[in-house]
């Protein structure tokens, strides 16, 4: 059962930079053919995709957030990483990351989420 | 990519049916067949309940039904039952190998 785990500060002041770390257990992230995501949902509102990267290592992500947002992966640690740059308070949010199912988008494991608060 | 778009709140009473749209376009839903739905309890993680348009998850109740037509996708659930009152969102890959999501539809079970 593949198993996932946000970890990162709760709090991050504005300007600067969150980050995110994905530990994943039963699955290897260079293996298969998955994509590896990163989802946020501020609270009460709606679900918003933020990025994926691939098992080849290649990367696409949101357009609105494109210019901010990097993803990496780890493989020595089996984990996959979240950067946004430059937050505000409209990043404070809910952060989930996920893995689809196979060779397709569709977000079958979610971590439980943890939530990413922008202030000073 | 803009969001899909999804009606705010549905309702319905116990036993009976209820369906849940999800309008997109040519570069999303119209152009995917990796539609998913997913169910979201109050501070819970959401769940995968349909994937592929129409193929439910191994376990997960036949109650559960999704298809497509064109650009729009839609959730059916019957026989509601209590627990069923949740968030429901639908998400489609795009032509541009991104995810969007639908803004998420509200069940309330009388």
């Known amino acids: 059962q593949v198993q996932l785990q946000e970890s990162g500060p709760g709090l991050v002041k504005p300007s600067q930079t969150l980050s995110l770390t994905c530990s994943v257990s039963?699955?290897?992230?260079?293996?298969?053919?998955?994509?590896w995501s990163w989802i946020r949902q501020p609270a009460g509102k709606g679900l918003e995709w933020i990025g994926h990267v691939y098992t080849s290592g290649s990367t696409n992500y949101n357009p609105s957030l494109k210019s901010r947002v990097t993803i990496s992966v780890d493989t020595s640690k089996n984990q996959f990483s979240l950067k946004l740059s430059s937050v505000t308070a409209a990043d404070t949010a809910v952060y989930y990351c996920?893995?689809?199912?196979?060779?397709?988008?569709?977000?079958?494991?979610w971590g439980p989420g943890t939530l990413v608060t922008v202030s000073s | 990519q803009s969001a899909l778009t999804q009606p705010a709140s549905v309702s319905g009473s116990p036993g009976q049916s209820i369906t849940i749209s999800c309008a997109g376009t040519?570069?999303?839903?119209?152009?995917?067949?990796?539609v998913s739905w997913y169910q979201q309890h109050p501070g819970r993680a959401p769940k995968l309940i349909i994937y592929d348009v129409s193929t439910r998850p191994s376990g997960l109740s036949h109650r559960f039904s999704g298809s497509k037509s064109g650009d729009t996708a839609s959730l059916t659930i019957s026989g509601l039952q209590a627990e069923d009152e949740a968030d429901y969102y639908c998400s489609s890959c795009t032509t541009s190998n991104t995810l969007v999501f639908g803004g998420g539809t509200k069940l309330t079970v009388l």
């Open positions: 996920t893995r689809g199912g196979w060779g397709t988008t569709n977000v079958v494991y």
């Open positions: 039963g699955d290897f992230i260079t293996s298969g053919h998955y994509y």
């Open positions: 040519s570069s999303d839903i119209g152009a995917c067949n990796y």
